[in-house]
């Protein structure tokens, strides 16, 4: 039932803030998202701007994606925006539309099933609690108390400009916390990945978590259980920011990569994998720098610092058992990246040039004669460069080979270790017979 409300008052769990409360103006955000909520409001839908953008603009952070929530269903949405919109998912079915390169998110307000009926649930779940299907459509105030985090459930109306919170997240965003909507248990098995958004989030915007919002130690295992294409997209959300060193140590304060990330979290925790652990941190640490200097950035480079400690010690392991060094650590890339793509999934675009940063290693080791220009000439060798400076860094191989390098990239005749400056390399192949002298008549 529809209530009457006073603005910037409290009824039944709704508080209304006004703009000059808020302070969000439309400037704020993108074009094609306020095109997204004018277009369903022109057409007489209520449109809201929701979830991360609210968040970050009241916190004074840029947004990066604007989604939006309507009462509109999905055929509606595409009935509005044509060909603009197309509809995805299975689990949770939304509409894209897009506007030039920007593609807005807008779904339709969800209902919070067994909200006054604990039987009542008409979604879809698995034997582990995990939502496998959710597309039955209520009201707002149902949208908000089914979303994750309160700090999460603020809708910014189109139609007044006004903030609506239905779940408490205004005291959260003064708070500077993140608390969970609902039981722990109930939501993290609904959808695992909550746990490593909450990290996630709390790191980027230097929120303290709510005590019962902390990921239960019971249902981590969970992880496990997401498909592998979607840890991808989480991992690179997780750790291709400007806040990943820190993301990185919350992970492993609540054990959060351990189902990601097994082989590596072996090496890790065991006596010896404080450097490993120095190594992935500094990768990530160098990242975070590239990302707030404009630089490119790639997944490939995490990815191999996150699992070069566990093709280390197994190649190691081979070597010792009697294979040579070069197929010893060929045969540890298999097998390593062949379990780890069963938990989170690496494109061939970005597991080729990882592998490639791998066995280009050794042959850092290699500089006499002219098989040090030949490794400059990789196209790989800048990335490989960067992985060597990160394992001189962290110790793993000596200073001077990392410094070699980076001279003879800018001098070729940079002396080989035992050669003096100038001297001929002793791998030179000496031509067969000499040059035939031509006779006096001859010439």
């Known amino acids: 039932m529809d209530i009457s409300i006073n603005r910037g008052e409290t009824i039944n769990e709704l508080r209304v803030i006004e703009p000059h409360e808020h302070g969000i103006v439309r400037d704020q955000i993108s074009a094609a998202a306020l095109q997204t909520l004018e277009g369903l409001h022109d057409a007489g839908y209520r449109a809201c701007l ?20 309507t009462d509109a269903e999905p055929e509606a949405v595409v009935g509005v925006f044509g060909r603009k919109a197309r509809l995805i998912g299975r689990r949770f079915r939304i509409a894209h539309v897009r506007f030039g390169r920007e593609i807005v998110e807008v779904s339709t307000f969800r209902a919070d099933p067994g909200a006054s009926e604990p039987d009542a649930d008409t979604r879809e779940l698995d034997d582990a609690g995990r939502v496998l299907r959710d597309n039955v459509f209520g009201s707002i105030a149902e949208d908000a108390r089914r979303r994750d985090f309160a700090i ?3 809708y910014y109306d189109i139609a007044d400009d006004c903030v609506y919170d239905y779940v408490g997240g205004m005291d959260d965003v003064a708070a500077g916390r993140l608390r969970l909507i609902g039981d722990a248990g109930v ?11 909450a990290v996630r989030i709390a790191a980027k915007l230097d ?3 709510d005590e019962p919002a902390r990921p239960p130690h019971a249902l981590v295992p969970l992880l496990a259980d997401v498909p592998a294409a979607r840890m991808f997209e989480e991992i690179l959300k997780l750790l291709m920011n400007p806040a990943g060193p820190k993301v990185f140590r919350m992970l492993r304060e609540y054990d959060l990569l351990t189902p990601l ?5 072996a090496v890790l925790d065991s006596p010896t994998g404080a450097a490993s652990e120095a190594l992935i941190e500094q990768a990530i640490a160098n990242t975070a720098a590239r990302i707030d200097a404009g630089k490119p950035v790639t997944p490939a480079f995490i990815f191999a610092a996150l699992l070069w400690p566990a093709v280390r010690e197994r190649a190691a392991t081979l070597e010792r ?4 060094p070069a197929p010893a650590l060929a045969s540890a890339q298999s097998q390593v990246v062949g379990r780890q793509v069963q938990l989170v999934a690496i494109p061939k675009r970005f597991s080729i040039p990882m592998r490639e940063i791998w066995q280009l290693q050794p042959r850092f080791h290699r500089r006499r004669g002219k098989q040090a220009s030949r490794l400059i000439a990789h196209p790989r060798f800048r990335a490989a460069y960067d992985f060597l400076l990160l394992r001189a860094q962290t110790g793993e191989v000596d200073t001077e080979l990392a410094e070699w390098w980076t001279q003879a990239q800018d001098d070729p005749s940079t002396p080989t270790p035992g050669s003096g400056a100038g001297s001929t390399p002793t791998n030179r192949r000496k031509r067969r017979g000499g040059r035939r002298r031509k006779s006096p008549e001859t010439a």
Not at 187 to 197: C, L, Q
Not at 261 to 265: H, V
Request: charge should be negative; proline fraction near 7%.
């Open 261 to 265: 990330f097994d082989q590596t979290i």
């Open 152 to 154: 999460n459930a603020l």
């Open 50 to 69: 929701v979830g991360g953008a609210v968040r970050d603009l009241l916190l004074g952070v840029v947004p990066k994606d604007f989604d939006v929530a």
């Open 207 to 209: 929120l303290t978590i």
């Open 321 to 324: 058992e009697g294979t040579p």
């Open 187 to 197: 939501r993290y098995r609904e959808d695992p990945v909550r746990m490593i958004r």
